[in-house]
Protein backbone atom coordinates (compact mmCIF):
# COMPACT_ATOMS: atom_id res chain seq x y z
CA UNK A 1 0.00 0.00 0.00
CA UNK A 2 3.09 2.16 1.00
CA UNK A 3 3.17 5.05 -2.31
CA UNK A 4 1.74 2.47 -4.43
CA UNK A 5 0.03 3.52 -7.49
CA UNK A 6 -2.65 2.49 -9.66
CA UNK A 7 -4.82 3.76 -12.43
CA UNK A 8 -7.42 4.13 -13.37
CA UNK A 9 -8.25 4.03 -16.89
CA UNK A 10 -11.77 5.24 -18.63
CA UNK A 11 -13.30 3.76 -21.59
CA UNK A 12 -16.74 4.13 -21.39
CA UNK A 13 -17.67 7.15 -23.71
CA UNK A 14 -19.71 6.35 -26.62
CA UNK A 15 -17.19 9.07 -28.88
CA UNK A 16 -20.17 10.60 -30.82
CA UNK A 17 -17.75 13.48 -31.97
CA UNK A 18 -15.47 10.37 -34.02
CA UNK A 19 -18.92 9.74 -35.74
CA UNK A 20 -17.85 5.71 -35.87
CA UNK A 21 -20.69 2.90 -35.67
CA UNK A 22 -17.90 1.24 -33.40
CA UNK A 23 -16.62 2.85 -30.08
CA UNK A 24 -13.78 4.64 -30.96
CA UNK A 25 -11.86 3.11 -28.03
CA UNK A 26 -12.28 -0.03 -29.93
CA UNK A 27 -11.01 0.96 -32.98
CA UNK A 28 -7.71 -0.92 -34.60
CA UNK A 29 -4.35 0.67 -34.62
CA UNK A 30 -2.14 -1.72 -36.68
CA UNK A 31 -4.72 -4.60 -35.64
CA UNK A 32 -4.98 -3.87 -31.93
CA UNK A 33 -7.76 -2.02 -30.41
CA UNK A 34 -6.72 1.39 -29.05
CA UNK A 35 -7.98 0.78 -25.47
CA UNK A 36 -5.49 -2.38 -25.79
CA UNK A 37 -2.17 0.18 -26.51
CA UNK A 38 -2.83 2.21 -23.91
CA UNK A 39 -3.59 -0.70 -21.59
CA UNK A 40 -0.18 -1.56 -22.48
CA UNK A 41 1.73 0.90 -21.71
CA UNK A 42 0.66 1.03 -18.04
CA UNK A 43 1.20 -2.85 -17.91
CA UNK A 44 4.23 -2.42 -18.99
CA UNK A 45 5.01 0.49 -16.38
CA UNK A 46 7.04 -0.41 -13.34
CA UNK A 47 5.76 2.35 -10.99
CA UNK A 48 2.03 0.71 -11.62
CA UNK A 49 0.68 -1.92 -9.09
CA UNK A 50 -2.96 -2.01 -10.12
CA UNK A 51 -5.27 -0.97 -13.15
CA UNK A 52 -9.12 -0.79 -13.26
CA UNK A 53 -10.27 -0.29 -16.55
CA UNK A 54 -14.17 1.65 -17.17
CA UNK A 55 -16.03 0.53 -20.29
CA UNK A 56 -19.44 0.36 -21.04
CA UNK A 57 -21.66 -2.10 -19.98
CA UNK A 58 -21.96 -4.15 -23.27
CA UNK A 59 -18.47 -4.03 -23.28
CA UNK A 60 -17.36 -5.61 -20.41
CA UNK A 61 -17.12 -9.19 -21.50
CA UNK A 62 -14.92 -8.12 -24.86
CA UNK A 63 -12.82 -6.13 -23.03
CA UNK A 64 -12.38 -9.23 -20.33
CA UNK A 65 -11.19 -11.15 -23.32
CA UNK A 66 -8.47 -8.60 -24.61
CA UNK A 67 -7.33 -8.96 -20.48
CA UNK A 68 -6.78 -12.46 -21.44
CA UNK A 69 -5.32 -12.54 -24.78
CA UNK A 70 -2.90 -9.59 -24.35
CA UNK A 71 -1.96 -11.04 -20.64
CA UNK A 72 -2.86 -7.79 -19.04
CA UNK A 73 -2.44 -8.79 -15.80
CA UNK A 74 -2.27 -6.04 -13.79
CA UNK A 75 -6.05 -5.02 -14.84
CA UNK A 76 -7.98 -6.28 -11.35
CA UNK A 77 -10.85 -4.95 -12.26
CA UNK A 78 -13.34 -4.07 -15.05
CA UNK A 79 -16.20 -2.16 -14.53
CA UNK A 80 -19.32 0.19 -16.24
CA UNK A 81 -19.45 3.63 -16.28
CA UNK A 82 -21.50 6.56 -16.29
CA UNK A 83 -23.00 8.86 -18.62
CA UNK A 84 -20.24 11.69 -18.08
CA UNK A 85 -16.66 10.74 -17.60
CA UNK A 86 -16.66 11.88 -13.96
CA UNK A 87 -19.60 9.08 -13.08
CA UNK A 88 -17.14 6.87 -14.69
CA UNK A 89 -13.95 8.00 -12.98
CA UNK A 90 -15.53 7.76 -10.01
CA UNK A 91 -16.90 4.26 -10.41
CA UNK A 92 -13.41 3.18 -11.23
CA UNK A 93 -12.26 5.30 -8.53
CA UNK A 94 -13.98 3.15 -5.66
CA UNK A 95 -12.41 -0.08 -6.92
CA UNK A 96 -8.97 0.88 -6.34
CA UNK A 97 -6.52 -0.04 -3.14
CA UNK A 98 -3.52 1.83 -3.83
CA UNK A 99 -2.31 5.41 -1.74
CA UNK A 100 -1.77 7.20 -4.92
CA UNK A 101 -3.96 6.67 -8.49
CA UNK A 102 -3.58 8.24 -12.19
CA UNK A 103 -7.04 8.62 -13.91
CA UNK A 104 -5.75 8.20 -17.91
CA UNK A 105 -8.19 8.68 -20.86
CA UNK A 106 -8.27 5.11 -22.58
CA UNK A 107 -7.83 7.23 -25.83
CA UNK A 108 -4.51 8.49 -25.07
CA UNK A 109 -2.35 5.43 -26.10
CA UNK A 110 0.91 7.22 -26.99
CA UNK A 111 1.62 9.32 -23.07
CA UNK A 112 5.46 7.79 -22.91
CA UNK A 113 6.64 5.72 -19.72
CA UNK A 114 8.87 8.65 -18.65
CA UNK A 115 5.66 11.25 -18.40
CA UNK A 116 3.74 8.93 -16.45
CA UNK A 117 6.61 8.56 -13.54
CA UNK A 118 7.56 12.03 -14.09
CA UNK A 119 3.97 12.95 -13.02
CA UNK A 120 4.36 10.64 -9.98
CA UNK A 121 6.96 12.38 -9.00
CA UNK A 122 5.34 15.94 -9.51
CA UNK A 123 2.67 14.41 -7.13
CA UNK A 124 5.01 13.30 -4.86
CA UNK A 125 6.38 16.62 -4.02
CA UNK A 126 3.46 18.67 -4.66
CA UNK A 127 0.17 16.29 -3.83
CA UNK A 128 -0.89 16.09 -7.31
CA UNK A 129 0.12 16.44 -10.92
CA UNK A 130 -1.46 16.69 -14.36
CA UNK A 131 0.59 16.71 -17.67
CA UNK A 132 -0.43 19.57 -20.05
CA UNK A 133 1.88 21.33 -22.63
CA UNK A 134 1.81 25.24 -23.41
CA UNK A 135 -0.88 25.85 -26.17
CA UNK A 136 0.92 26.94 -29.29
CA UNK A 137 -1.92 29.06 -30.98
CA UNK A 138 -3.16 31.95 -29.62
CA UNK A 139 -6.53 31.65 -27.54
CA UNK A 140 -9.54 34.12 -27.68
CA UNK A 141 -12.41 34.27 -25.45
CA UNK A 142 -15.73 34.61 -27.88
CA UNK A 143 -19.23 34.98 -27.28
CA UNK A 144 -21.83 33.18 -28.43
CA UNK A 145 -22.50 35.40 -31.64
CA UNK A 146 -18.90 35.05 -32.31
CA UNK A 147 -17.72 38.54 -31.26
CA UNK A 148 -14.18 38.69 -29.68
CA UNK A 149 -14.31 39.54 -26.25
CA UNK A 150 -10.52 39.00 -24.86
CA UNK A 151 -7.40 37.80 -26.03
CA UNK A 152 -5.59 36.09 -22.70
CA UNK A 153 -1.90 35.98 -22.43
CA UNK A 154 -0.86 32.72 -24.03
CA UNK A 155 1.89 32.39 -21.45
CA UNK A 156 -0.20 31.62 -18.95
CA UNK A 157 -2.24 28.93 -20.68
CA UNK A 158 -1.94 25.04 -21.06
CA UNK A 159 -3.42 22.49 -22.51
CA UNK A 160 -3.95 19.91 -20.00
CA UNK A 161 -3.85 15.95 -20.78
CA UNK A 162 -4.19 12.73 -19.10
CA UNK A 163 -2.31 11.00 -17.03
CA UNK A 164 -3.75 12.85 -13.43
CA UNK A 165 -2.36 11.59 -10.45
CA UNK A 166 -3.48 12.30 -7.08
CA UNK A 167 -3.29 10.56 -3.58
CA UNK A 168 -6.45 8.48 -3.87
CA UNK A 169 -7.90 9.16 -0.56
CA UNK A 170 -8.06 13.05 -1.77
CA UNK A 171 -9.45 12.66 -4.92
CA UNK A 172 -12.29 10.78 -3.67
CA UNK A 173 -12.95 13.49 -1.16
CA UNK A 174 -12.88 15.76 -4.15
CA UNK A 175 -15.12 13.75 -6.14
CA UNK A 176 -17.63 13.15 -3.38
CA UNK A 177 -17.69 17.27 -2.95
CA UNK A 178 -18.56 17.25 -6.44
CA UNK A 179 -21.17 15.52 -6.17
CA UNK A 180 -22.64 16.91 -3.00
CA UNK A 181 -22.09 20.27 -4.95
CA UNK A 182 -23.86 19.52 -8.39
CA UNK A 183 -20.38 20.21 -9.90
CA UNK A 184 -19.58 18.36 -13.03
CA UNK A 185 -15.93 18.85 -14.35
CA UNK A 186 -14.30 18.09 -17.70
CA UNK A 187 -11.15 16.54 -16.07
CA UNK A 188 -10.37 15.39 -12.38
CA UNK A 189 -7.65 18.12 -11.46
CA UNK A 190 -10.78 20.63 -11.63
CA UNK A 191 -12.72 18.76 -8.72
CA UNK A 192 -9.03 18.56 -6.43
CA UNK A 193 -8.53 22.14 -7.33
CA UNK A 194 -11.84 23.02 -6.03
CA UNK A 195 -11.02 20.92 -2.98
CA UNK A 196 -8.06 22.77 -2.21
CA UNK A 197 -5.34 20.29 -3.33
CA UNK A 198 -2.47 21.80 -4.99
CA UNK A 199 -2.01 20.68 -8.64
CA UNK A 200 0.92 21.42 -10.92
CA UNK A 201 1.39 20.85 -14.02
CA UNK A 202 4.40 18.80 -15.88
CA UNK A 203 5.18 19.16 -19.09
CA UNK A 204 4.11 16.35 -21.74
CA UNK A 205 4.25 16.49 -25.18
CA UNK A 206 2.08 17.28 -28.00
CA UNK A 207 2.09 13.50 -29.42
CA UNK A 208 -0.03 12.80 -25.97
CA UNK A 209 -3.35 13.18 -28.15
CA UNK A 210 -6.91 12.41 -26.96
CA UNK A 211 -8.28 10.83 -30.11
CA UNK A 212 -11.28 12.21 -30.69
CA UNK A 213 -12.04 13.15 -34.24
CA UNK A 214 -11.36 11.19 -37.65
CA UNK A 215 -7.77 13.45 -38.29
CA UNK A 216 -6.69 12.09 -34.94
CA UNK A 217 -7.09 8.72 -36.78
CA UNK A 218 -4.70 9.61 -39.32
CA UNK A 219 -2.09 10.81 -36.62
CA UNK A 220 -2.45 7.91 -34.42
CA UNK A 221 -1.82 5.12 -37.63
CA UNK A 222 1.24 7.30 -38.47
CA UNK A 223 2.37 7.18 -35.49
CA UNK A 224 1.56 3.62 -34.59
CA UNK A 225 3.39 2.60 -38.31
CA UNK A 226 6.38 4.78 -37.34
CA UNK A 227 6.75 2.83 -34.43
CA UNK A 228 6.70 -0.58 -35.86
CA UNK A 229 9.36 0.39 -38.28
CA UNK A 230 11.72 1.32 -36.00
CA UNK A 231 11.22 -1.40 -34.03
CA UNK A 232 11.55 -4.00 -37.05
N1 LIG B 1 -19.34 8.81 -19.85
C1 LIG B 1 -18.06 8.76 -20.21
C2 LIG B 1 -17.51 9.69 -21.13
C3 LIG B 1 -16.16 9.58 -21.47
N2 LIG B 1 -15.43 8.57 -20.96
C4 LIG B 1 -14.04 8.39 -21.38
O1 LIG B 1 -13.30 9.58 -21.14
C5 LIG B 1 -12.26 9.72 -22.09
C6 LIG B 1 -12.21 11.12 -22.68
O2 LIG B 1 -13.48 11.45 -23.20
P1 LIG B 1 -13.81 11.89 -24.69
O3 LIG B 1 -12.67 11.89 -25.56
O4 LIG B 1 -14.65 13.10 -24.59
O5 LIG B 1 -14.66 10.61 -25.12
P2 LIG B 1 -16.17 10.46 -25.53
O6 LIG B 1 -17.07 10.98 -24.46
O7 LIG B 1 -16.28 9.01 -25.88
O8 LIG B 1 -16.24 11.35 -26.86
P3 LIG B 1 -17.38 12.32 -27.37
O9 LIG B 1 -17.39 13.48 -26.39
O10 LIG B 1 -16.93 12.71 -28.73
O11 LIG B 1 -18.65 11.53 -27.33
C7 LIG B 1 -12.50 8.63 -23.17
O12 LIG B 1 -11.53 7.60 -23.01
C8 LIG B 1 -13.89 8.16 -22.88
O13 LIG B 1 -14.12 6.78 -23.22
C9 LIG B 1 -15.98 7.66 -20.06
O14 LIG B 1 -15.29 6.75 -19.59
N3 LIG B 1 -17.30 7.78 -19.69
C1 LIG C 1 -9.40 14.95 -19.07
C2 LIG C 1 -9.14 15.50 -20.44
O1 LIG C 1 -8.46 14.54 -21.21
C3 LIG C 1 -8.24 16.69 -20.34
O2 LIG C 1 -7.96 17.17 -21.60
C4 LIG C 1 -10.41 15.92 -21.12
O3 LIG C 1 -10.92 17.05 -20.52
C5 LIG C 1 -11.46 14.84 -21.17
O4 LIG C 1 -12.16 14.81 -22.36
P1 LIG C 1 -13.33 15.79 -22.88
O5 LIG C 1 -13.17 15.81 -24.36
O6 LIG C 1 -13.12 17.14 -22.27
O7 LIG C 1 -14.59 15.15 -22.43
Same mark, same amino acid.
Given at each position: ?????????????????????????? +??????????????? =???????? @??????? /? @??? /???? /???????? $?????????????????????? !?????????? $???? &? %???? %???????????????????? &?????? !????????? +?????????????? &????????????? @??? /??????????????????? &????? @???????????????? =??? =???????????
Amino acid at each position: MSNSVGVVIVAAGRGTRMGTTESKQY +LLLQGKPIIVHTLEV =FQQHELIS @EIVLVTG /E @EDL /ERCR /EWIQVYKL $DKVKAIVPGGTERQHSVYSGLI !KLHTQWVMVH $DGVR &P %FVQS %FEIAACYERAREIGAAVLAV &PVKDTI !KQVDGGGKV +LSTPDRRSLWAIQT &PQTFRLSDLLEAY @EAA /ERDGILGTDDSSLAERAGI &PVSVV @EGSYRNIKITTPDDLD =FAE =FTVRNRGERQS
